[in-house]
């Protein structure tokens, strides 16, 4: 039986245009990002913003009424110890031979000598804590270079070692303030005890040496006992207070290690934990909403000369490291998503999506750690989208 050429031809047609409807209509694969599972070092921190303070402060008060000079020192003066004159009062008020007055000046020189004794005590605490972190300290290093000792023992000593020398120096400000206090009600007693209320003025000299930070009195007045004059402090002994919400401050320890970044400076600068404070407040957040928020007071271990710019109450952004670890299995963030309740990428494996579960411990917001399920070197479709299932046909973009 003969097919005439325009049946045959007519066949053709219509098969080429079933294959043309078939190749138009045929399921397209989906174009996606992928990423790839790496090994590599993790960080896990908990980023806030910080204020910087000084860490002792000293605020300079009148110790006896009288007629108060103008105050000339300015905020970032330069003062020394027993050198500097603060401020001069005019001793204009005779009653600094009332009985009264001078049984009350004899019991602040009392409570001003306790006050000394109870700040040489403490000086001398902290020099024995202190000769005893730098020792352990240095015999941590020594088991440290022959791997007997592991890092994070040397940098806990270490730590130890970093706090109880500012503990120390903080004692010995206090035991010149406790010093200067008790020179001060002295003189306030020698006054009254020779009824001089009208010879010569009064001087008060800086108790330590440092910056004046802020002038509190500045115009003359008629000052009584304990009018607060001006405050003075050291402003390169810094540290950071950093409020954090308190689920982060459960994994917050001291000795943590801190960078500091975006503080006006070039370098990265580096602290310590020192505490974490144990009561918690309630700040309204810019929000409106009441958070429950934990203090966490950090100390700079970079060296001063790193930092000369920074002052008292700067801000500062911190990231506080609360779990570290080298050789982690990675995947990115963006890849991971909840499967029926379990952790789950879709992995790209020949061109198609495969659904699979995985195990993920710890994690920043970059990366987060495979504890199974994946290997080194697979691809993950980065935030897939609804067109994504498993054994879908997939494209790479960057195959394009």
Same mark, same amino acid.
């Given at each position: 039986m003969k097919v005439s050429k325009n049946k045959?031809?007519?066949g053709l047609a219509a098969a080429a245009i079933g294959l043309m409807l078939v190749w138009a209509f045929r399921p397209q694969p989906v174009v996606v990002e992928t990423g790839?599972?790496?090994t590599g070092s993790l960080e896990v921190t908990?980023?806030?913003?910080?204020?910087?303070?000084?860490?002792?402060?000293?605020?300079?008060s009148a110790p006896l009424a009288g007629k108060l000079d103008r105050i000339s020192l300015h905020p970032g003066d330069p003062v020394e110890e027993g050198k500097t004159?603060?401020?001069?009062?005019?001793?204009?008020?005779?009653?600094l031979l009332d009985p009264s007055a001078k049984a009350q000046a004899e019991?602040?020189?009392?409570?001003?000598?306790?006050?000394?004794?109870?700040?040489?005590?403490?000086?001398?605490?902290?020099?024995?804590?202190?000769?005893?972190?730098t020792t352990e300290m240095e015999r941590r290093k020594g088991l440290l270079a022959h791997k007997v000792s592991t890092q994070e023992e040397y940098d806990a000593a270490e730590q130890r070692a970093l706090t109880s020398a500012k503990d120390l120096r903080a004692a010995e400000f206090a035991l010149q303030v406790a010093e200067f206090e008790y020179e001060q009600a002295r003189a306030v007693l020698v006054r009254s005890g020779t009824g001089a209320a009208g010879e010569g003025s009064h001087e008060i000299l800086a108790p330590v040496s440092g910056r004046v930070l802020r002038v509190i009195e500045e115009s003359a007045t008629i000052a009584q006992p304990g009018l607060k004059l001006l405050e003075i402090g050291d402003p390169?002994?810094?540290?950071?207070?950093?409020? @954090? =919400? /308190?689920?982060?401050a459960i994994a917050i320890r001291p000795g943590a290690r801190v960078i500091i970044e975006h503080w006006g400076g070039d370098a990265v600068l580096l602290g310590?934990?020192?505490?974490?404070?144990?009561?918690?407040?309630?700040?309204?957040?810019?929000?409106?909403?009441?958070?429950?928020?934990?203090?966490?007071?950090?100390?700079?271990?970079?060296?001063?000369?790193?930092?000369?710019?920074?002052?008292?109450?700067f801000r500062v952004e911190v990231r506080i490291v609360t779990w570290s670890g080298e050789a982690v299995r990675l995947v990115p963030v963006g890849a991971l998503f909840r499967h029926e309740g379990k952790w789950a990428v879709f992995a790209a494996e020949d061109g198609h999506a495969r659904l699979t579960t995985v195990g993920i411990g710890h994690a920043n917001d970059?990366?987060?750690? @495979? =504890? /199974?399920?994946l290997e080194e070197g697979e691809s993950v479709i980065l935030y897939p989208s609804d067109k994504v299932r498993d054994g879908v046909s997939i494209v790479s973009r960057s195959g394009l």
């Open positions: 045959v031809m007519a790839r599972v790496e908990v980023n806030e913003d910080g204020r910087t303070r000084i860490r002792e402060r000293y605020v300079v004159l603060i401020a001069r009062i005019q001793p204009t008020d005779p009653q019991a602040r020189v009392n409570g001003a000598e306790a006050a000394k004794k109870q700040a040489q005590a403490q000086v001398d605490r902290s020099e024995l804590e202190s000769r005893y972190a390169t002994d810094l540290e950071i207070e950093v409020d @954090v =919400l /308190s689920r982060d310590r934990v020192r505490i974490v404070e144990p009561s918690a407040f309630t700040k309204v957040s810019a929000l409106g909403v009441e958070e429950q928020r934990v203090n966490v007071i950090v100390d700079f271990t970079s060296p001063v000369e790193e930092r000369i710019a920074l002052g008292d109450a970059r990366v987060a750690e @495979v =504890l /199974s399920g």
